[in-house]
């Protein structure tokens, strides 16, 4: 509780940096950021009271699995249950379905699914790689190098729970560079998005016809722009719907436990990792009560907005907890070839994107590359956060889409995320690994050239042009 406490502190300086410092908020850097930016330069100066590195890491972690959870009971929004009711026609051809595909929102779930499981993959080649390459002159084994993925591309949870395996593996400080990867990774999701957000409404790219007043600036909306985010869904005499709605994931983690207990009755290194991943079976099992909860006429009594804002304040308080985890003194001997692979990723990652966004397809194909940046480079919620400056009143459906996309990245994850633990727990040879990551690259392309989210190019930034079938529209 202290260590929350001390996250609460570095909030409220931050949000007053936000509003008191002009090119601060000019530039749209979110207060999660500039807390944990401002919490670790405490952390490894004076220290924030009798808290220590590994606290603020447990909390981003737990919070990984809280949110996960909490994504998995969380409701459909309205975008998603009307595209459902609309998918009724029968697709008889690979033609019926790349025309259903190119304007719906089917485009960005496969679209962008489909390249956050090619990050998860080519992160963590380049990694090794680079490390392989400079490493031995700071002596950090290259298997360091495959944490990239787990903090870029899945976040400081995966980072934390993942670094947890290598360390029981013999990885020394697998956890703290697992954090700084998640930590770059946050800070090059704004450098480069919100830059990106601003160019893309000068431009006329952006669906959303907005314009960046001193509400977005400050960070703090004026009495007549504030609006409700929820609804009362419980009667508060009896049980707030805040509360109903934290027991809905408490049942889900509790049950999520038990699974992992199933998980253990399989033989072998795959069982044991599987009994694990608390995220992963506690958002199975909130999947489920959502089903039950449905069936039973019972959703009525779900609120997404109260939901959506427990996503929200999970990722706020992991964004900041990311950066207060880092202990500098354990990793400071890495940090230059750490800093160089961040770069180097960043770079390919962001050349990389920037070819297969534009051709996902869909009238909002620029809010897809924004907030699939933000998702390979931070967490689903850090790219709903870069789609909010573009989107902010929600007329496209590329938030809705982001959620979605984590089932089309699940095959990916299936073979990614063990093949690297066992390499690094030496039940796995590097050739085989290998095979495994250049399968899922491979695979993965194949999927996007055939169902066609890997199609002509829709829009070109720095032209200022969207297109259509190869023609200008814009």
């Known amino acids: 509780m202290d260590a929350i406490a001390w996250i609460g502190v570095m909030f409220i300086i931050a949000v007053i940096i936000r509003a008191k410092v002009p090119f601060v908020g000019k530039l749209l850097i979110p207060a999660s950021l500039i807390a944990g930016i401002v919490g670790f330069i405490f952390m490894n100066t004076t220290g924030l009271g009798s808290t220590t590195a590994d606290t603020y890491s447990n909390i981003a972690g737990q919070l990984y699995t809280f949110m996960f959870i909490n994504l998995g009971i969380t409701l459909a929004s309205k975008n998603e249950v009307s595209d459902k009711k609309d998918s009724g026609k029968k697709i008889k051809s690979l033609k019926d379905l790349r025309s259903k595909m190119s304007n719906s929102p089917f485009s960005g779930i496969f679209g962008m699914g489909s390249y956050w499981a090619l990050a998860y993959a080519f992160q963590a080649l380049i990694g090794f790689g680079v490390l392989y390459i400079i490493g031995k002159h700071w002596s950090m084994n290259p298997t360091y190098g495959l944490l990239v993925p787990f903090g870029f591309a899945q976040g400081p949870g995966q980072a934390v729970i993942y670094g947890t395996e290598m360390e029981a593996a013999g990885w020394e400080s697998a956890i703290q560079v697992g954090m700084i990867f998640a930590a770059v990774g946050f800070l090059v999701a704004f450098i480069f998005g919100v830059p990106y957000a601003r160019e893309g409404i000068k431009k006329g790219i952006a669906c959303s016809k907005i314009k960046l007043g001193n509400d977005l600036s400050r960070g703090f909306y004026e009495p007549e722009d504030q609006e409700t985010y929820g609804r009362l ?125 534009p051709r996902f397809g869909g009238e909002n194909d620029f809010e897809r590359v924004l907030g699939e940046w933000g998702t390979v480079t931070g967490t689903n919620a850090t790219g709903l ?23 089309v990245n699940v095959p990916a994850s299936y073979i990614v995320m063990p093949s690297i633990l066992a390499y690094a727990a030496g039940t796995m040879s590097f050739r085989a690994m290998f095979i495994s990551l250049i399968s899922v690259i491979i695979g993965y392309l194949i999927f996007m050239r055939v169902i066609g989210v890997w199609g002509k190019k829709t829009f070109d930034i720095r032209k200022g042009e969207k297109y259509k079938d190869g023609k200008i529209i814009k």
């Open 233 to 357: 869904t419980t009667y508060g005499g009896n049980l707030d719907t805040l509360t109903f709605h934290l027991a809905l994931i408490g049942v889900s983690w509790i049950l999520g436990l038990y699974v992992g207990k199933l998980w253990k009755l399989i033989p072998g290194y795959f069982g044991s990792l599987f009994s694990n991943l608390l995220f992963f079976n506690g958002m199975l099992c909130a999947y489920a009560i959502r089903w039950i909860l449905g069936k039973m006429g019972l959703h009525k009594y779900l609120d997404r907005g109260t939901q959506n804002r427990i996503t929200a304040t999970c990722t706020d308080i992991m964004v900041a907890a990311t950066f207060m985890a880092i202990n500098f003194d354990i990793v400071k001997r890495w940090m230059v070839p750490i800093l160089i692979v961040c770069v180097i990723e960043s770079i390919v990652t962001w050349i990389t994107l920037n070819y297969f966004g």
């Open 385 to 407: 956060a870069l789609v909010r400056i573009v989107d902010p009143e929600v007329e496209t459906t590329t938030a809705a889409e982001l959620g979605p996309a984590n089932i």
